[in-house]
């Protein structure tokens, strides 16, 4: 690889906001994998202990416990299973459906592009939460509707992009010469565009797992979500919601993890963009 | 000059608003929170508790409910004799009564209203159809109406107060394809009520304005103006309590608001003796849950102590059965199910066919039924039975709960007093003679059938009450329902309100005694 890369890498284990990002993230993956180890009371995803509803955080309950006497650190801990199952699958098939879109609109051209591109417009013209909204209260409320409901919402996001820098890309001579070479269009777009815009995509997709988490814990919030008793974090903010402000811990603790979350989603994918696409790094020029 | 022009107006505008609002208040405004949606205004098109402020407020009947325990007053008729079979009731109407658009109110208006009833087939004409054939009703005179029945009917007296009178020629003005002005009165009100509809949205609530000519005249403090909204979330409703944006709001919230509120300074609230039992409907008439070991599973599953002490934190008193404790009817000895996993499971043994998930309907904004529905959940997971949880608003969980299809597993909710009958609870859930209107059970039982037809028609009250212990004690027992607790009336108003006439029906909703000390 050029020295560039190490250039970047360099720039990136020195950024203390990516470190931090990294680290949030890496905190989520450990709590989610070993959710079952890390937790104090394992059975309270679904079980009840009434007779210590609403306890604030003590000894015994690092985090207090809520509505119907379950623990709450344990239950976010298993909730960030769900965070992450619902982040990896909405954001990986969005990229999946939007990624090819946009190579064949862009590297094609004409009619097909256009047509493409008009549909991914239709979606981007309402806003993401509202389609989101729409769909999932149509499809009824569960963990694989919110992931439906948000891939469907999000691919356009991709598609739009992957389109710019293909258009971008596909004058360039490297791409020409291997046209003239005799290159299929598929191998020019698998192994010359998709290479060279990879780092893009990357970026867009570590901030938008950020925007996908916080889009979920909406549907979870307005009821749209997984069904009780799953942990589902905005599911919990609005169980929460009428003990506030008496029962603080309640709603602090579910919106803390999720604020956690999308920060160290939005700060990773800076620290990437920084490393991975020079040309549009944070504060360029001073740096 | 332009730019000029616009700040001075945004100037005026910021200046007058806070005076008109302080003139409203001056006037008597009274602002109340409710967690139901009123999407539909037609008083015989709805009859529950959620919606009761528009029935009440804006329209009158023959007699009128007040107080707690609850006594019928003259309203608008003023007397009534019934025949010796039973069978035959006429009543006196009261004179010189004005209509909002100051028609007079006669015995044409009450035959409309009855018809009206029978024809549309919702509300409360569930407790007239058995009894009133269409056309029977008769009017000798521009005064009288006389009701006779199909069958001496022991509840009639204690229903005549649901017969709310339209003016009737406003209506019929109003009709559009012989459909008894239904588009139109579920979005305008024809009535002699306490107060004339003034705004109304089905999103946001109504308005209603003082009528001042109403024949029963009204206190010297009395609102000039009484607005019901819309708020659906709990903590908003509570909050605007505290803050003074509210002067009421239901009688459904959970003990740990009741609680909140009864630490705010400007807050009261009233407490009273109540007949409103909270119990699980269950949908009798569908696979698994028409299996009585399979329901008994269930009604050994709920943990009734974990609810009642820990949740409610006692502030209600277990009620095994459907009938109210507090009322005749009850039956005496009932010992009523507990939370045991071990006998669940034993009667979950016995259940032949093949398991399949359990829906339950809750009621958003009423979160007790979520926690209800949760704990039930928990509990009969424990068993093998799996359980989904729906929440939807009140009035689509009701429209679900009268479609045989339709209907959830299992709704937990709360039968409220419409009458101080025992009818009102086992009669109506368990009667076959309801089914699809107040029966959601869609039970069909010939021995229950038996008992509350036999109730209905004598007067013999010793009679009744052995027969309506006999019918909760089998409802019970056979785990129909999932009966909870019955609870006592907890209404937030604000400290500055007076005169609230709390009855169980109604649930002190009825605003025209209320006024601002």
Do not use: C
Not at chain 2, 203 to 218: L, T
Not at chain 2, 498 to 506: C, H, T, V
Request: charge should be positive; glycine fraction near 8%; aromatic fraction near 12%.
């Amino acid at each position: 690889m050029m020295p560039g890369w190490r250039r970047g890498l360099g720039r990136f284990a020195s950024d203390r906001a990516s470190a931090l990002g990294l680290a949030l993230l890496l905190a989520l993956v450990v709590a989610a994998v070993f959710a079952p180890i890390l937790a104090p009371f394992p059975g309270d995803v679904a079980d009840f202990h009434t007779a210590n509803r609403l306890r604030p955080p003590d000894a015994v309950n690092w985090l207090g416990t809520d509505r119907m006497g379950s623990d709450l650190l344990s239950r976010i801990l298993f909730g960030a299973r769900i965070t992450i199952t619902i982040a990896v699958v909405a954001v990986g098939s969005a990229v999946l459906v939007g990624v090819p879109i946009g190579l064949v609109a862009g590297y094609y051209g004409g009619w097909p592009s256009n047509l493409l591109m008009r549909v991914s417009d239709v979606f981007l013209a309402v806003p993401q939460i509202v389609l989101a909204i729409a769909i999932a209260q149509t499809l009824g409320p569960s963990i694989e509707n919110v992931i439906l409901a948000l891939s469907i919402t999000y691919w356009p996001f991709w598609a739009r992009l992957v389109f710019a820098e293909t258009r971008s890309l596909k004058n360039e001579v490297f791409i020409e010469s291997a046209i003239a070479l005799g290159a299929s269009p598929l191998r020019v777009m698998t192994l010359h565009v998709l290479p060279n815009i990879a780092s893009a995509i990357i970026v867009r997709t570590s901030i938008g797992m950020g925007g996908t988490i916080l889009t979920a814990a909406a549907l979870g919030f307005l009821g749209l979500g997984a069904p009780p008793p799953t942990p589902e974090w905005g599911r919990m903010i609005a169980e929460s919601r009428e003990f506030l402000p008496e029962a603080w811990w309640y709603a602090t603790v579910p919106g803390v993890a999720i604020f956690m979350v999308v920060m160290g989603f939005n700060l990773l994918g800076d620290g990437l963009r920084d490393f991975l696409d020079p040309r549009i790094r944070r504060g360029a020029g001073v740096k | 000059m332009k730019r000029t022009i616009l700040a001075l107006l945004a100037a005026i505008a910021a200046a007058s608003a806070p005076v008109v609002a302080g003139e409203a208040w001056a006037q008597g405004k009274y602002v109340h929170a409710n967690n139901s949606g009123y999407d539909n205004l037609d008083p015989h098109a709805i009859f529950d508790v959620g919606r009761a402020a528009s029935r009440i407020n804006f329209y009158d009947g023959l007699y009128r409910w007040v107080d707690n325990p609850p006594k019928m007053i003259p309203w608008l008729a003023e007397s009534h004799t019934a025949s010796a079979d039973g069978k035959t009731w006429t009543f006196k109407l009261r004179k010189g009564v004005k209509f909002h658009d100051g028609s007079e109110f006669t015995a044409d208006d009450v035959i409309y209203s009855i018809e009206r009833m029978l024809a549309m087939k919702k509300g409360a004409a569930s407790l007239f159809l058995p009894i009133i054939a269409p056309g029977s009703t008769k009017a000798p005179d521009k005064y009288t109406v006389v009701f006779t029945l199909k069958e001496p009917s022991a509840i009639f007296l204690a229903t005549v107060p649901e017969i709310l009178v339209v003016n009737s020629k406003l209506v019929k003005k109003n009709e559009k394809d012989g459909d008894w002005g239904q588009a139109w009165l579920a979005r305008n009100v024809a009535s002699s009520g306490s107060y004339k509809l003034k705004r109304y949205d089905p999103a946001i609530g109504f308005v209603g304005e003082r009528f001042k000519e109403h024949f029963a005249g009204w206190g010297p403090k009395a609102f000039d103006e009484i607005e019901f909204r819309t708020v659906l979330e709990t903590n908003t409703r509570v909050q605007g309590m505290i803050k003074g944006d509210f002067q009421g709001t239901d009688g459904y919230l959970p003990y740990d608001q009741i609680l909140r509120l009864k630490e705010a300074k400007n807050v009261q609230i009233l407490e009273a003796e109540s007949m409103r039992v909270f119990y699980f409907s269950m949908h009798n008439g569908r696979s698994l849950m028409n299996d009585v070991h399979f329901r008994k599973a269930l009604a050994y599953a709920f943990d009734y102590d974990g609810f009642i002490k820990d949740i409610l934190k006692g502030a209600v008193a277990r009620n095994p059965s459907p009938n109210p404790n507090n009322l005749w009817g009850a039956p005496k000895d009932l010992k009523g199910f507990t939370y045991d996993l071990e006998k669940a499971k034993a009667e979950l043994a016995q259940v032949k066919e093949p398991l399949r998930p359990i829906t339950i309907g809750t009621l958003a904004g009423f979160s007790e039924t979520e926690q209800a529905a949760a704990l039930l959940q928990n509990g009969a997971k424990k068993i093998g039975i799996e359980i989904k949880i729906e929440s939807a608003p009140w009035p689509v969980v009701q429209s679900r709960m009268q479609d045989r299809d339709k209907n959830y597993d299992m709704v937990p909710l709360w039968k409220s007093t419409y009458y101080v009958d025992p009818n009102n609870w086992v009669g109506e859930l368990y009667g076959s003679r309801y089914i699809g209107t107040r029966n959601s059970s869609y039970t069909k039982d010939a021995e229950l059938d038996k008992w509350i037809d036999e109730a209905l028609a004598t007067n013999d009250q010793e009679k009744r009450r052995v027969l309506y212990e006999k019918a909760a004690t089998k409802v019970a027992e056979q785990a129909m329902g999932i009966f909870v607790y019955n609870t006592k009336w907890y209404g937030p108003y604000a400290a500055n309100i007076g005169g609230i006439r709390f009855s169980p029906i109604g649930s002190g909703q009825d605003m025209r005694w209320a006024y601002y000390k």
